[in-house]
């Protein structure tokens, strides 16, 4: 079952176009980097797939066209952002960012601290006195008590030291093997999207140019389309 369709999206900023010819898909229970080198539109599309900007195209989320939905709508159906820089109110506490995000379902405060220990040890922690692994750890804790069907990370470990990003891909790992959450991630660490993520999508200035499952994304693959 697709969860996520992009088809021949295109999006712009003011005259400047952004993407050319974005198609990806993310199927049910499925974990999928979106790679390529820097300004290549990763972000943009995340923003596409959020109704952040506008873009043309096939956008479909769980077979229903998302392409004409204000953003809420979109996080409703179930696609919850961890947006690039993270993002949390930062005069509210930890308890408070997570909930004031909560919708029903499976994952509540209980769930999401036992997923991120450190999170329950600050609960009471303005956001902002938080280090920048555990305000990361609040962006995915937030975006998992809106009990999204899609989770999408935008450069969640960058920055973040070594130690940091280890908790935050054991996490990531245990939502693919335990939950079976569908994902789609943007980062920069090749060696762990390799070994969590199912399929890539490459794009290369505006459009997805290569996709596949992580065993057919050769080095010589990787070497010229994104450069690592
Ligand atoms: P990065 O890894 O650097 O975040 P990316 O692949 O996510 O790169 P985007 O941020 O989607 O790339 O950028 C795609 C293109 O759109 C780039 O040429 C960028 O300069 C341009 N762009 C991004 N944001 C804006 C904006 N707010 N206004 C105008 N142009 C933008």
Known sequence: MTLLNLEHIAASYGASRALFDVSLTVEEGEVVALMGRNGMGKTTTVKAICRMIPATGTLLFDGTDISALPSYRVARLGVGLVPEGRRCFADLTVTENLIAAARKGPWDMA??????????????QRAKTLSGGEQQMLAIGRALMTNPR????????????PIIRQEIWAAIAKLKTETGMAILVIDK????????CDRATILERGASVWTGTMAALTPDISERLIGV
């Not at 769930?111 to 600050?122: D, G, I, K, S, Y």
């Not at 935008?154 to 973040?160: F, M, Q, S, V």
Request: net charge negative.
């Open 111 to 124: 769930r999401v601290t036992a997923l991120f220990p450190r999170l329950a040890e600050r609960q009471s």
């Open 150 to 161: 899609l989770l999408v990370l935008d450069e969640a470990t960058e920055g973040l030291a």
């Open 189 to 196: 660490s090749m060696a762990e999207l390799r070994q969590v």
